[in-house]
């Protein structure tokens, strides 16, 4: 991987130079990379500057470690450093000492949710850890979601803390998880490990922390337009269609309001 095209706060946006092939690092370790106004606006940033990329590009998200490290022969990583979450979801400290910026935070959130999950280009999540909240939310808004083994829980944690969904979030759920999982993860609050998760269809595969990243980035590459054998990609159709299959969700995050009540429409 490359040195970052982008650095700000803890997040980090490195690009393989011949894939084209970008890695986006949340490495704000001490405060578990949670979401609060610092957070998104660096995550705000860095997204912008895959927008921005010409193709052919795609999008690892993850919560390793960045280490700028020459490639392998085989055109593998030789490894990041391992920490306990992706995410731990929104900064329960910022809520409370800020209470006047609650619905902003949320809503600045669920904006960039949206530009996430109509991205135009192949977008993976590689789940290094625990996901929680917002956290499993934002794997949830990427295409594909791996994660690793033997440690590390994704959570619905609303019903613990006593919290609604919000629309944003709930639309977005419904766009990516059958209603039977819904049930089950969202009103009875259980955690999932990797094996449970793949089963809930949660996420996509597990596998070994150590070849995590070498999956995903793998996983991304094979959704270049070349490796597709796409005879005529359209970015921007790309990102049309991802809006057609997730439209409530992408209606909800992109326009959608913390102040609506549950059973109002989007």
């Known amino acids: 991987m490359s040195a970052p095209e982008f650095s700000q706060d803890g997040i980090m946006l490195a690009r393989h130079p011949s894939t084209g092939i970008f890695v986006l690092y949340l490495n704000r370790i001490q405060d578990k ?4 106004p610092t957070l ?3 995550l705000s940033s860095a997204i912008e500057c895959v927008e921005k990329a010409a193709h052919p590009k795609a999008l690892v ?14 055109n593998k990583s030789k490894g990041s450093a391992v920490h306990k979450f992706f995410s731990n979801g929104l900064s329960l400290d910022y809520m409370l000492t800020n209470p006047a910026g609650t619905a902003p935070l949320i809503e600045s959130v669920w904006r960039l949710l949206a530009r996430l999950l109509v991205l135009d280009c192949r977008t993976v999540a590689a ?8 956290g499993l939310f934002l794997a949830l808004a990427c295409d594909y979601r791996l994660m690793r083994t033997r440690r590390g829980f994704v959570n619905f944690p609303e019903l ?3 919290m609604r969904l919000a629309k944003g979030f709930a639309e977005l759920s419904k766009s990516k998880l059958t209603a039977e999982t819904l049930r089950e993860a969202v009103l009875t609050g259980r955690r999932y490990g990797s094996g449970d998760a793949i089963r809930a269809g949660i996420v996509d595969d597990e596998c070994d922390v150590e070849e995590l990243l070498d999956r995903a980035v793998s996983l991304a590459e094979a959704g270049l337009p070349d490796n597709l054998g796409a005879a005529s990609f359209d970015a921007q159709n790309f990102s049309n269609m991802k809006t057609e299959l997730y439209v409530d969700a992408f209606r909800a995050l992109a326009l959608g309001s913390v102040d609506a009540t549950p059973e109002s429409r989007i």
């Open 127 to 134: 789940i290094n850890g625990h996901a929680f909240g917002a």
């Open 61 to 74: 998200v993850t919560g390793l470690e960045y280490e700028q490290q020459e490639s392998n022969s085989d």
């Open 40 to 42: 998104v606006a660096a």
């Open 160 to 162: 613990n803390l006593g």
């Open 33 to 36: 990379n949670v979401f609060d």
